[in-house]
């Protein structure tokens, strides 16, 4: 199950940090920022669940968001972001969109609550979305998580998606959030 974000990066492999964006405020190696992919393409992939990422102006308030200074937001079907997100918490947050029930997407304003097997559904579809975004993967968002400080029994985002994550694909696919191949089906939550 994940933690809160804001653990210490770690340290990645010398040849796995030449595309990492630096966060000045955790050090180096960090994780990949909305402005240093192609925001086109993150949009259109919000967009296929009924999602839009609305920009925010830097240095403001993100509306929405749970844990405060670059982390995204959402209220109703806005996902707020400003160029300093990491990619991860976009990600995350949309995620919790989908996973959501219907009740809840309704009312939705900040907290997008769901228990611990919902939680890890979340971030189960997190790192496949993460597979349909050019030039990010799988395994950026994998060492992203890792980076961020995302927690899982078996210590490492790829250990648990690989080997600890049954109930959460499970999760999705009884949900029709994914097909039984494990793909995204666009999609969200119906009951």
């Known amino acids: 199950m994940p933690g809160a974000p804001g653990g210490a990066p770690r340290s990645l492999a010398a040849g796995d940090t030449s595309t990492l ?17 192609d925001r086109l393409g993150v949009a259109l992939l919000l967009n296929r669940f009924g999602l839009a990422l609305t920009l925010v ?6 509306p929405g968001s749970y844990w405060g200074d670059s982390e995204a937001g959402l209220k109703g079907e806005q996902l707020h972001a400003r160029l300093d997100t990491p990619l991860h918490s976009i990600l995350h947050e949309a995620c919790h969109y989908i996973c959501m029930s219907p009740e809840r997407r309704a009312g939705l304003d900040t907290d997008a609550g769901g228990d611990d097997l919902e939680e890890s559904a979340v971030c189960y579809l997190q790192v496949l979305l993460a597979g349909e975004l050019p030039a990010v993967g799988r395994t950026r968002m994998l060492a992203d998580m890792d980076s961020w400080g995302y927690s899982f029994r078996l210590g490492t985002t790829r250990a648990w998606f690989e080997s600890d994550a049954a109930d959460a694909r499970a999760w999705l696919e009884r949900h029709g959030v994914i097909d039984a191949a494990g793909r995204a089906t666009g999609a969200v939550r119906a009951a």
């Open 57 to 62: 102006a830097h240095g403001e308030q993100i």
């Open 21 to 37: 964006t630096a966060l000045p405020e955790f050090g180096s190696p960090a994780v990949l920022l909305l402005r240093s992919v």
